[in-house]
């Protein structure tokens, strides 16, 4: 069945740095590919839709200069967070469309802990 | 505005026994799909089941049925003969036409009890 790979899985690092995060489709090409962010108990929020070859698209409220997404590849989309802050520690997750699936849904990645102090 | 709405914050069931995760949605699409997600406490998503609007059987896969109700905008899942690996988040969420988006409820923490 189709697989996304995301790494790393957990990820501690010190305020003002930055982290990158990959999100890896490992058997099919996928040219759409999700961020999606989860703080604790609650739901997913989608942050952006990546497309390979093009600039993403940021939900409203969602800062592109501080979530950088490059979607260099039909199997890699990078969320890269900028200069983090302890509010950006939170789980974040990425998702693909995989157009051969036949259940439609989408296949996610395992998700990274993000803990920024 | 497309909204999914899961009133159970949490839920308890008895080992081997059934349990319904309620879910209902508004939209204004004609063609939309419905899915359930489980997120054990791991974090990844794992897809369960698929209901299509125009769909006019209820979906199943496995233990997991789903039950459309068209006319109530409601797509609640049933686990069949739960078992302590089934204790997790489970999301129903919405995709309209012509979109990519998924549209996530809140969730539904599942306890199964031995």
């Known amino acids: 069945g189709a697989v996304v790979s995301q790494h790393p899985s957990w990820v501690i690092c010190k305020s003002g740095t930055s982290v990158k995060i990959e999100c890896r489709s490992l058997?099919?090409?996928?040219?759409?590919m999700f961020w999606y962010r989860q703080f604790p108990k609650q739901s997913l929020m989608l942050m952006a839709t990546?497309?390979?070859?093009?600039?993403?698209?940021?939900e409203q409220g969602v800062e592109k200069d501080k979530f950088l997404i490059n979607h260099a590849s039909l199997t890699l989309s990078t969320l890269t967070v900028t200069s983090a802050h302890p509010e950006d520690s939170s789980f974040y997750i990425c998702?693909?469309?995989?157009?051969?699936?036949?259940?439609?849904?989408?296949?996610f990645g395992s998700g990274t802990r993000l803990t920024v102090v | 505005a497309q909204k999914i709405t899961q009133t159970q914050p949490g839920m308890f069931v008895q080992e081997k026994e059934a349990v319904t995760l309620d879910c209902t949605y508004d939209?204004?699409?004609?063609?939309?799909?419905l899915f359930w997600y489980k997120q054990p406490s791991s974090g990844e998503m794992i897809f369960l089941i698929y209901?299509?609007?125009?769909?006019?059987q209820n979906a199943t896969e496995g233990r997991y049925s789903l039950n459309f109700q068209k006319a109530r905008k409601s797509a609640n899942l049933v686990i069949s003969a739960s078992q302590l690996g089934d204790s997790a988040m489970y999301f129903c969420?919405?995709?309209?036409?012509?979109?990519?988006?998924?549209?996530f409820g809140t969730g539904t923490r599942l306890k199964v009890l031995a």
């Open positions: 998702s693909a469309s995989n157009p051969d699936s036949s259940n439609y849904g989408y296949t």
């Open positions: 058997d099919f090409q996928a040219t759409t």
């Open positions: 990546s497309n390979e070859g093009s600039k993403a698209t940021y």
């Open positions: 939209t204004s699409d004609q063609s939309y799909g």
């Open positions: 209901q299509g609007s125009y769909d006019e």
């Open positions: 969420a919405m995709r309209g036409a012509g979109t990519y988006k998924y549209i």
